[in-house]
C-alpha cells in the first residue's frame, strides 16, 4: 500500500541494458553530497538516500558464480556482481539489495536444490525439516481482513490487497504431522518450516563468518555461552494467492528464490537496530478473552522495544512518516534471485507463482548486552553492589530519609570511577578477547559424524582399535552432539567437554598474541604491561569435580586414584559470568597443563590468595626478559584471561 500522496514505483536496474541508468546516475549526484576525488573510479552501485533498494540485473554472459555450501565465500557469490566489500560498507543493515536474473540463471542454484532441498518435494523437505512443527498459513474468513490475493494480471484493483486499505492477518497453526501439513499445502495454504539441519548449519556459519556479524561465531547446538552470533533458516513454500502484509524484522536477511514468482514491497523504517520485529500480520485469532489479551501483550512489547529507536513509532503503520520515510520501491523475485534486506526494513509479499523460497535470518548480541553482564560482574565483586535491597525509613529532624534512596545515590556516584579504571585497563579487550573475535572453523553436525567414522575405521585398520562399526557410529553420534567449533583438543567424554592442552594449543589464522607481529619480545614489553582480565577466573577442576566424586571411593581405589590424578591437572577458565542469575559464562573453557611450568596452577592459587597473576610473570626485573618463556601460555591470551595495554 502506497503512503499518502505518494507513489510506488519500480526499481531501475544497473547494468548496460539499462534505459534508465544515465539518468538515475545524475539525479543521484545532484541529491549526493560532492565526495574527494580518489584514484579509483566511483562505484557504479549507488542509489539516492530515498531509494530502499539497490536493484542490480544480470546480464547476458555475466556467469555468476554457482551457490553452493561448499564455496569459500558464500556472501561474495551470492552477491555477485556487487563487491562484498562495497556491500558491507554501504548497504549492509542500511539499504536492502536485489540480485535479478529474471529467471535467467537459475544452473547457479541447481546445487542447493539437488543437494540440499530435496529437489523441491515438499514431502521429504517438511520430513527433514529442523522445525518440531510445521506453520501452515490458513485463509482468513474474516471479511474485515484480506489475506488472499487475485491472479496478479488481473486488472481489478478491488479485491487486491496492495490496493487497498484493509489490514491483512495470518492466521496460522501449528503442526506437528508432517503428512498433515503437507495435505493442507496440496489445498492451497502456505507452510513455513526450517531448513534442513545440514542446509541451515552451512547457510549460517559462512554468512556469519563472511559479514563478521556477530564475529563469525556460531554454535548450532545452542550449548556454546561464548556465541555472540546465531541464525536459522527458513523454508517458504508459498501458494498462488498468498500475502504477507506490511512488517519488518529484527533480523539481517538474505533469500534466494527457488521457484515460483514473488513480488516484493519495501520503504525503509525510522527504528534502526530494531531488538524485536513489528508484526501486525500475525495475531491470536477468535475473539476470546485469553487470545485478545496476548494480542495486546505483543502490542505492547513490540511498542516499548521500537519506541526505544523511535519515540513516535506508531504500531503496524508504514504508511505513516513517524515510521517510514523515502519511496516504496516494488521487485520482483525469480528463480535464481537474491534479496538481502537488513533489520527494520517495511517489507509486504505476494506470491504471484507458486513456489519455494529459504531465507537466512542472521541474529547477533547487542553491545548494551554485553557491557551490561559485564559491569553487573564488576560491581558483585564488591559487598556494597551484592548487597540486597532493604528500604528502612529514618526521620532525620522532621525530615523523611528513605535508606534505598540514600544507598542508592552513594553508589552511583561511585560508577563513573569503576567505569573509567575498567576502560583504562583494556576493558575493550576484557569484554572481547580474541576466542570471540577469531573464531575457530565450523564444521556441521555430519562432517563432524562422518569425520569421527573416519578416524575410528583408520584407527581400526592399524590395529589400534578393535570396535564394532555400531560402536564407532554410537561413539560418532556422542561426539557430534557435543561442540561443532574446530579447536585444536581432545574430548574428555566422562565431562562432555573439550579440553586444551595448553602446550600443544595453536592459535587459528588471522591472530596474533600482540598485534604487531613484527616488534620482538623486548619492545612488546617496553610498551606494553601484562593485564589480568578482572572478568576472568581460573578454576582448579578438582575443586569442582572432588567433593561428590570422592563420596563412596577409597583411598585405595585405583580408579579413583587415576581420576583425581587427571582431575589435578585440568583447570576450568570462566569469563563474565556475574551478569546473569545462573551465572552462565560468555567463554567456558577446560584447559590441561602436563609441562613443569605450572602456570595454571599458579595463577589459580595466586587468584584464592587474591594475588594479582600478572604479577608472576615480572617483564621488568625478571633475568629472562628478551624471551617468550617468561610470558603465560598462548592459550591464555587467546581465552582472555590476559592482555597486553599500551603503556
Same mark, same amino acid.
Given at each position: 500500500?502506497?503512503?499518502?500522496?505518494?507513489?510506488?514505483?519500480?526499481?531501475?536496474?544497473?547494468?548496460? #541494458?539499462?534505459?534508465?541508468?544515465?539518468?538515475?546516475?545524475?539525479?543521484?549526484?545532484?541529491?549526493?553530497?560532492?565526495?574527494?576525488?580518489?584514484?579509483?573510479?566511483?562505484? +557504479?552501485?549507488?542509489?539516492?538516500?530515498?531509494?530502499? @533498494?539497490?536493484?542490480?540485473?544480470?546480464?547476458?554472459?555475466?556467469?555468476?558464480?554457482?551457490?553452493?555450501?561448499?564455496?569459500?565465500?558464500?556472501?561474495?557469490?551470492?552477491?555477485?556482481?556487487?563487491?562484498?566489500?562495497? $556491500?558491507?560498507?554501504?548497504? $549492509?543493515?542500511?539499504?536492502?539489495?536485489?540480485?535479478?536474473?529474471?529467471?535467467?540463471?537459475?544452473?547457479?542454484?541447481?546445487?542447493?536444490?539437488?543437494?540440499?532441498?530435496? *529437489?523441491?518435494?515438499?514431502?521429504?523437505?517438511?520430513?527433514?525439516?529442523?522445525?518440531?512443527?510445521?506453520?501452515?498459513?490458513?485463509?482468513?474468513?474474516?471479511?474485515?481482513?484480506?489475506?488472499?490475493?487475485?491472479?496478479?494480471?488481473?486488472?481489478?484493483?478491488?479485491? *487486491?490487497?496492495? *490496493?487497498?486499505?484493509?489490514?491483512?492477518?495470518?492466521?496460522?497453526?501449528?503442526?506437528?504431522?508432517?503428512?498433515?501439513?503437507?495435505?493442507?499445502?496440496?489445498? !492451497?495454504?502456505?507452510?513455513? %518450516? &526450517?531448513?534442513?539441519?545440514?542446509?541451515? /548449519?552451512?547457510?549460517?556459519?559462512?554468512?556469519?563468518?563472511?559479514?563478521?556479524?556477530?564475529?563469525?561465531?556460531?554454535?548450532?547446538?545452542?550449548?556454546?555461552?561464548?556465541?555472540?552470533?546465531?541464525?536459522?533458516?527458513?523454508?517458504?513454500?508459498?501458494?498462488?494467492?498468498?500475502?504477507?502484509?506490511?512488517? $519488518?524484522?529484527? /533480523?539481517?536477511?538474505?533469500?534466494?528464490?527457488?521457484?515460483?514468482?514473488?513480488?516484493?514491497?519495501?520503504?525503509?523504517?525510522?527504528?534502526?537496530?530494531?531488538?524485536? !520485529?513489528?508484526?501486525?500480520?500475525?495475531?491470536?485469532?477468535? *475473539?476470546?478473552?485469553?487470545?485478545?489479551?496476548?494480542?495486546?501483550?505483543? @502490542?505492547?512489547?513490540?511498542? #516499548?522495544?521500537?519506541?526505544?529507536?523511535?519515540?513516535?513509532?506508531?504500531?503496524?503503520?508504514?504508511?505513516?512518516?513517524?515510521?517510514?520515510?523515502?519511496?516504496?520501491?516494488?521487485?520482483?523475485?525469480?528463480?535464481?534471485?537474491?534479496?538481502?534486506?537488513?533489520?527494520?526494513?517495511?517489507?509486504?509479499?505476494?506470491?504471484?507463482?507458486?513456489?519455494?523460497?529459504?531465507? @537466512?535470518?542472521?541474529?547477533?548480541?547487542?553491545?548494551?548486552?554485553?557491557?551490561?553482564?559485564?559491569? /553487573?560482574?564488576?560491581?558483585?565483586?564488591?559487598?556494597?553492589?551484592?548487597?540486597?535491597?532493604?528500604? &528502612?525509613?529514618?526521620?532525620?529532624?522532621?525530615?523523611?530519609? /528513605?535508606?534505598?534512596?540514600?544507598?542508592?545515590?552513594?553508589?552511583?556516584?561511585?560508577?563513573?570511577?569503576?567505569?573509567?579504571? $575498567?576502560?583504562?585497563?583494556?576493558?575493550?579487550?576484557?569484554?572481547?578477547?580474541?576466542?570471540?573475535?577469531? +573464531?575457530?572453523?565450523?564444521?556441521?553436525?555430519?562432517?563432524?559424524?562422518?569425520?569421527?567414522?573416519?578416524?575410528?575405521?583408520?584407527?581400526?585398520?592399524?590395529?589400534?582399535?578393535?570396535?564394532?562399526?555400531?560402536?564407532?557410529?554410537?561413539?560418532?553420534? %556422542?561426539?557430534?552432539?557435543?561442540?561443532?567449533?574446530?579447536?585444536?583438543?581432545?574430548?574428555?567424554?566422562?565431562?562432555?567437554?573439550?579440553?586444551?592442552?595448553?602446550?600443544?594449543?595453536?592459535?587459528?589464522?588471522?591472530?596474533?598474541?600482540?598485534?604487531?607481529?613484527?616488534?620482538?619480545? #623486548?619492545?612488546?614489553?617496553?610498551?606494553?604491561?601484562?593485564?589480568?582480565?578482572?572478568?576472568?577466573?581460573?578454576?582448579?577442576?578438582?575443586?569442582?569435580?572432588?567433593?561428590? %566424586?570422592?563420596?563412596?571411593?577409597?583411598?585405595?581405589?585405583?580408579?579413583?586414584?587415576?581420576?583425581?590424578?587427571?582431575?589435578?591437572?585440568?583447570?576450568?577458565?570462566?569469563?563474565?559470568?556475574?551478569?546473569?542469575?545462573?551465572?552462565?559464562?560468555?567463554?567456558?573453557?577446560?584447559?590441561?597443563?602436563?609441562?613443569?611450568?605450572?602456570?595454571?596452577?599458579?595463577?589459580?592459587?595466586?587468584?584464592?590468595?587474591?594475588?594479582?597473576?600478572?604479577?608472576?610473570?615480572?617483564? @621488568?626485573?625478571?633475568?629472562?626478559?628478551?624471551?617468550?618463556?617468561?610470558?603465560?601460555?598462548?592459550?591464555?591470551?587467546?581465552?582472555?584471561?590476559?592482555?597486553?595495554?599500551?603503556?
Amino acid at each position: 500500500m502506497a503512503p499518502p500522496n505518494q507513489k510506488c514505483r519500480k526499481t531501475s536496474r544497473l547494468g548496460s #541494458k539499462s534505459k534508465t541508468s544515465s539518468s538515475t546516475s545524475k539525479e543521484m549526484n545532484s541529491e549526493e553530497p560532492k565526495r574527494k576525488q580518489r584514484d579509483e573510479s566511483p562505484s +557504479p552501485f549507488q542509489i539516492s538516500a530515498s531509494n530502499p @533498494v539497490l536493484e542490480i540485473e544480470l546480464k547476458d554472459g555475466d556467469n555468476p558464480p554457482p551457490i553452493e555450501v561448499q564455496s569459500d565465500n558464500l556472501l561474495r557469490d551470492m552477491l555477485f556482481p556487487l563487491d562484498s566489500t562495497i $556491500f558491507m560498507k554501504d548497504f $549492509f543493515r542500511q539499504k536492502a539489495v536485489h540480485i535479478s536474473t529474471k529467471g535467467k540463471y537459475t544452473d547457479r542454484i541447481q546445487s542447493l536444490i539437488e543437494e540440499q532441498m530435496y *529437489n523441491l518435494d515438499m514431502e521429504s523437505i517438511l520430513n527433514e525439516t529442523s522445525s518440531e512443527n510445521i506453520f501452515v498459513w490458513l485463509h482468513s474468513q474474516n471479511e474485515n481482513t484480506t489475506t488472499n490475493m487475485i491472479d496478479s494480471k488481473s486488472k481489478s484493483k478491488k479485491n *487486491n490487497p496492495l *490496493n487497498n486499505n484493509k489490514i491483512s492477518t495470518l492466521r496460522s497453526i501449528e503442526i506437528s504431522n508432517p503428512s498433515t501439513a503437507l495435505s493442507l499445502h496440496h489445498v !492451497g495454504h502456505a507452510t513455513y %518450516c &526450517r531448513a534442513p539441519p545440514e542446509l541451515e /548449519q552451512y547457510l549460517v556459519s559462512s554468512l556469519l563468518r563472511n559479514t563478521s556479524f556477530g564475529c563469525g561465531q556460531y554454535d548450532p547446538s545452542g550449548s556454546s555461552t561464548s556465541t555472540l552470533g546465531r541464525g536459522e533458516v527458513e523454508v517458504f513454500a508459498g501458494t498462488k494467492y498468498h500475502y504477507t502484509n506490511w512488517h $519488518f524484522d529484527f /533480523q539481517e536477511n538474505f533469500t534466494i528464490q527457488l521457484s515460483g514468482i514473488k513480488r516484493w514491497r519495501l520503504r525503509q523504517g525510522h527504528v534502526k537496530f530494531p531488538m524485536r !520485529g513489528c508484526t501486525p500480520h500475525y495475531y491470536y485469532s477468535w *475473539n476470546n478473552e485469553e487470545n485478545i489479551k496476548m494480542n495486546e501483550f505483543m @502490542v505492547e512489547s513490540q511498542l #516499548k522495544s521500537h519506541r526505544l529507536s523511535n519515540s513516535s513509532f506508531e504500531f503496524g503503520q508504514q504508511n505513516i512518516e513517524s515510521n517510514a520515510y523515502g519511496e516504496e520501491v516494488e521487485i520482483l523475485m525469480y528463480p535464481g534471485d537474491i534479496l538481502y534486506f537488513p533489520a527494520g526494513i517495511w517489507h509486504c509479499v505476494e506470491t504471484v507463482e507458486m513456489g519455494i523460497s529459504i531465507n @537466512v535470518s542472521l541474529m547477533a548480541t547487542t553491545y548494551a548486552h554485553v557491557v551490561c553482564q559485564a559491569l /553487573q560482574h564488576l560491581l558483585l565483586k564488591q559487598d556494597p553492589w551484592r548487597e540486597t535491597i532493604v528500604n &528502612r525509613v529514618n526521620n532525620d529532624d522532621d525530615n523523611e530519609v /528513605q535508606e534505598v534512596l540514600k544507598k542508592t545515590r552513594g553508589l552511583l556516584h561511585q560508577l563513573p570511577d569503576i567505569i573509567k579504571e $575498567f576502560a583504562q585497563n583494556g576493558g575493550e579487550q576484557a569484554l572481547f578477547p580474541p576466542v570471540l573475535r577469531y +573464531p575457530a572453523n565450523f564444521i556441521s553436525t555430519e562432517e563432524e559424524e562422518s569425520k569421527s567414522i573416519e578416524e575410528e575405521e583408520e584407527e581400526s585398520n592399524h590395529g589400534k582399535d578393535n570396535k564394532s562399526s555400531t560402536d564407532m557410529e554410537q561413539d560418532s553420534d %556422542c561426539e557430534a552432539s557435543g561442540s561443532q567449533v574446530e579447536i585444536p583438543n581432545e574430548l574428555d567424554e566422562s565431562k562432555d567437554f573439550n579440553v586444551i592442552d595448553v602446550g600443544e594449543f595453536q592459535a587459528p589464522n588471522g591472530w596474533s598474541w600482540y598485534k604487531n607481529n613484527e616488534l620482538d619480545f #623486548k619492545e612488546i614489553v617496553s610498551q606494553a604491561r601484562l593485564v589480568k582480565n578482572p572478568l576472568a577466573t581460573l578454576t582448579k577442576l578438582k575443586d569442582i569435580s572432588s567433593f561428590y %566424586c570422592n563420596i563412596g571411593k577409597t583411598p585405595h581405589d585405583e580408579a579413583h586414584h587415576e581420576d583425581n590424578e587427571s582431575e589435578a591437572k585440568k583447570y576450568v577458565l570462566n569469563l563474565s559470568f556475574g551478569g546473569n542469575e545462573m551465572q552462565e559464562s560468555s567463554v567456558r573453557t577446560v584447559m590441561s597443563e602436563c609441562s613443569e611450568s605450572h602456570y595454571l596452577e599458579k595463577c589459580a592459587d595466586c587468584e584464592k590468595n587474591d594475588v594479582d597473576p600478572a604479577s608472576l610473570f615480572d617483564l @621488568v626485573s625478571n633475568d629472562d626478559v628478551g624471551t617468550e618463556t617468561s610470558v603465560p601460555p598462548l592459550c591464555l591470551f587467546y581465552y582472555g584471561y590476559f592482555y597486553w595495554v599500551q603503556k
